[in-house]
């Protein structure tokens, strides 16, 4: 029993509203009668308090407008996709007819780095002519061929033979 003592005043000393807990019981008991008036109370009330009417709206009317707004933006992504997929297409091809041969030597000139040795190998100077017969096909072909015999030059033996065979 000593050492129960020891602990309510440990208690006390800690807290006393713990050490009165008990005391008090659980906190579930009613006023006597509480039960036997409550539901003329509830009844009184629900007697003198305004009656709000509750307003009844049909559904139909509800989903009629995002019916007729879905349905409607519906038609207007599909009018927008069948006028983005039938307009004109650029071609991207270049019209290779429209190109001089003056303007076909100086683009290859300009921009010799750019090929793969492959493609000069494979490429045929006389198909590249002249149609005024200004003779300019010789001074093209002189310069490719300068141009072939810097890059070989440069190219190791493996290389060129895995571009040859």
Do not use: C
């Amino acid at each position: 029993m000593d050492n129960r003592k020891e602990i309510l005043d440990e208690l006390s000393g800690l807290s006393p509203r713990l050490r009165d807990l008990k005391a008090k019981g659980d906190g579930l008991t009613t006023p006597e009668g509480y039960f036997e008036g409550l539901s003329d109370q509830v009844w009184s009330r629900l007697k003198d308090s305004p009656k709000k009417e509750t307003v009844v709206r049909p559904m139909r009317r509800l989903w009629r407008l995002p019916y007729k707004s879905g349905i409607a933006a519906a038609l207007v992504l599909a009018a927008a996709a069948l006028i983005w997929l039938n307009r004109p297409r650029e071609s991207a091809a270049f019209d290779l007819g429209a190109l001089t041969p003056q303007e076909a030597e100086q683009y290859i000139l300009n921009n010799i780095e750019d090929f793969d040795l492959s493609m000069l190998v494979a490429s045929r100077p006389e198909e590249i002519a002249d149609p005024a017969g200004a003779g300019r096909t010789d001074t093209l072909d002189s310069e490719l061929d300068q141009l072939l015999d810097e890059y070989l030059e440069d190219v190791d033996d493996a290389t060129l033979e895995q571009i040859l065979f």
